[in-house]
């Protein structure tokens, strides 16, 4: 006697087309869940890695865009000090004036030193001063 198994061969197809579709249907529904057309390296080997190349660009610019933001942040501070620092230059410079004037007696002279001094204090703060830690005016 022949064993005999009988098979649905149309339930078989069916049954396979029905799970290739699940398939499809599964990488579009994560492709439109995630917005991108590239969700694994499968989907397209090359595509991801100029997509991933495009990305490392993109951040690499973005740390471009802040270093920039703060070289400008830097010289404006620095400007602003030097503008500060200008105005005691000038400042010192009328007190010497006005020291020198043969009128002037020796308490309004001295008033004229201390005052002098303090803006000379005030000068080599100036030039001690730091924006995050680096010096505004050092050459190291």
Known sequence: M???????????IASNNLAA???SLQKSLNRLSSGSKIVTPSDDAGGL???????AAAKRQGAVATNVGNSVSFLQTQDGALK?????LDRMSELKT???DATKNTSDQANYDTEFKALSAQL???????????SLFAST
């Open 124 to 134: 080599n703060s100036i030039a001690s001063e730091k924006f995050n830690g680096i």
């Open 2 to 12: 022949a064993v005999v198994i009988n098979t649905n061969y149309s339930a078989t």
């Open 84 to 88: 500060v620092a200008a105005k005691v």
């Open 21 to 23: 579709s699940n398939s």
């Open 98 to 100: 006005l020291y020198e």
């Open 49 to 55: 890695a100029v997509s991933m190349k495009l990305s």
